[in-house]
């Protein structure tokens, strides 16, 4: 069974930086995309990035694109999301993913259906 753990959130002042990690239990990263999604209270989860595994393409939701990179380190089994520029409207519960279909999936990288691994979330909270 695949567990993924996310660490990194806080609070932080607008303009501020993170940088959020998801460690994996097994070399999921390698053999599978993985995303990142976000949730605020009374909202559905939300996208904000994902990493393809062979090539390491990215995506990002035009709300995060050229402020979060993400990034993937396989020796460790952990993905990572560098959030920069940081504004109240990122404050979120921050998940990772990993998917079970690839490279065949009937879902796109920005789809929550698509993934089948889930971490239990962190906390970013931005002030103004």
């Known amino acids: 069974q695949v567990q993924l753990v996310e660490s990194g959130g806080g609070l932080v002042q607008t303009g501020g930086s993170l940088r959020l990690a998801c460690a994996a239990s097994?070399?999921?990263?390698?053999?599978?995309?993985m995303g990142w999604f976000r949730q605020s209270p009374g909202k559905e989860r939300e996208f904000v990035a994902a990493?393809?595994?062979?090539?390491?393409?990215?995506w990002y939701a035009d709300s995060v694109k050229g402020r979060f990179s993400i990034s993937r380190d396989n020796a460790k089994n952990t993905v990572y999301l560098q959030m920069n520029s940081l504004n109240p409207e990122d404050t979120a519960t921050y998940y990772c993913?990993?998917?079970?279909?690839?490279?065949?999936?009937?879902?796109?990288?920005?789809?929550?259906?698509?993934?089948?691994?889930w971490g239990q979330g962190t906390q970013v909270a931005v002030s103004s």
């Open positions: 993913a990993a998917d079970a279909c690839s490279p065949a999936c009937s879902f796109g990288v920005d789809s929550p259906r698509r993934y089948e691994y």
């Open positions: 097994t070399d999921i990263f390698s053999t599978n995309d």
């Open positions: 990493l393809d595994y062979i090539l390491s393409k990215t």
